[in-house]
């Protein structure tokens, strides 16, 4: 199972909180996407998701989270 | 209980801590906790448990705001002189964040009433001034399995310990007596920095949130003691005593 999430036009920290409590609604195992403005969102999310733990892809403006 | 976009926003700078999560904010949501006192230590715990978003927080306190409350009571204005602390409390802690149930009582807590607060309760912070009070707070909270955050402060010093009954030290495991009548002086004799109390009773606010967020490493059998004057801390362990009437008996509150 996968889930997206639109945070285009969301600024940082919002991006992380919703990004953090769509993440808790998953199980480890499962993939979350979501897609992000450039700059400071495309820069933070995917390295507070490394920094929690779990593997990151980031293709364009979308980051791929695999829950861990 | 699903958050909306505004809870969000106003939660947003804890829920991006990497020790919060949106279970522990819907736990502080689900509580119901009981400030005991709104003087000097209760300012700062129900300011920041209404702050923070516990969802239910019930006001006990008899007093009326005094002059002499306010430079360490700041949750009351001049302007409340005369009202009922815990009316004063509530109306300044409504504004502050409209989404908490903020329920004033005004009532004397004593070993009379308060087996009938603590019941029910998820959580009970005890921001009382007198000893009788403490005691008759810690035996009530024991026999009910409530967990309890107990502390005082006086000049420039203060202490801190959090309780589980049946689990960790209760405040009459560590002071299995009351001082002698006179021994210690009452707030009223000694006095208190506001500060002081600010500290105090902020340790007392982050060990509430902790407890009822189940997040860190709460003050169990662990005494924080405070010094203002040379600005230090110290932990002292302490332990159940298996023949403490208050909490000797009672079994581990259920997780």
């Not at chain 2, 306010?70 to 004063?88: I, N, P």
């Not at chain 2, 023949?243 to 008996?249: E, L, N, V, W």
Request: glycine share 10%.
């Amino acid at each position: 199972m996968s889930a997206e999430l639109d945070l285009t036009g969301v600024l940082c920290p919002m991006t992380w909180v919703r990004t953090r409590l769509a993440l808790e609604d998953l199980d480890p195992g499962e993939r979350l996407e979501v897609r992000l403005d450039p700059g400071e969102p495309l820069e933070s999310v995917p390295r507070s998701a490394r920094e929690d733990g779990h593997e990151v892809a980031e293709r364009g403006e979308i980051v791929s989270i695999l829950k861990r | 209980m699903t958050l909306t976009g505004a809870e969000l926003e106003r939660y947003s700078r804890q829920l991006v801590m990497a020790e919060w999560s949106g279970t522990a904010q819907r736990r502080l949501g689900e509580a119901r906790v009981m400030v005991l006192g709104v003087g000097a230590l209760g300012t700062p715990v129900a300011t920041y448990l209404v702050g923070a978003g516990v969802g239910h927080v019930v006001l006990v306190d008899s007093d009326v705001v005094e002059l002499s409350n306010l430079h360490r009571q700041t949750v009351h204005s001049t302007g409340d002189l005369g009202t009922a602390k815990v009316e004063s409390a509530a109306a300044r802690l409504r504004a502050l964040n409209p989404e908490v149930h903020v329920e004033p009582l005004r009532l004397r807590v004593d070993v009379r009433t308060a087996p009938g607060l603590v019941a029910g309760a998820s959580l009970v912070v005890d921001c009382s001034d007198s000893f009788d009070t403490r005691y008759a707070v810690n035996d009530a909270c024991c026999a009910a399995g409530v967990p309890l955050v107990e502390a005082g402060v006086l000049g420039l010093g203060g202490l801190v310990l959090s309780i589980r009954p049946g689990r960790s030290a209760c405040y009459r495991c560590a002071f299995p007596t009351p001082p002698p009548a006179g021994a210690v002086p009452s707030c009223r004799e000694a006095g208190v920095l506001g500060p002081m109390a600010g500290i105090v009773g902020s340790h007392q606010a982050l060990e509430a949130l902790k407890l009822v967020a189940e997040v860190g490493e709460p003050l169990l059998d662990r005494l924080l003691q405070i010094e203002g004057r040379d600005a230090t801390q110290t932990i002292v362990s302490v332990r159940r005593r298996p023949d403490c009437p208050a909490c000797a008996r009672v079994a581990a509150a259920a997780q």
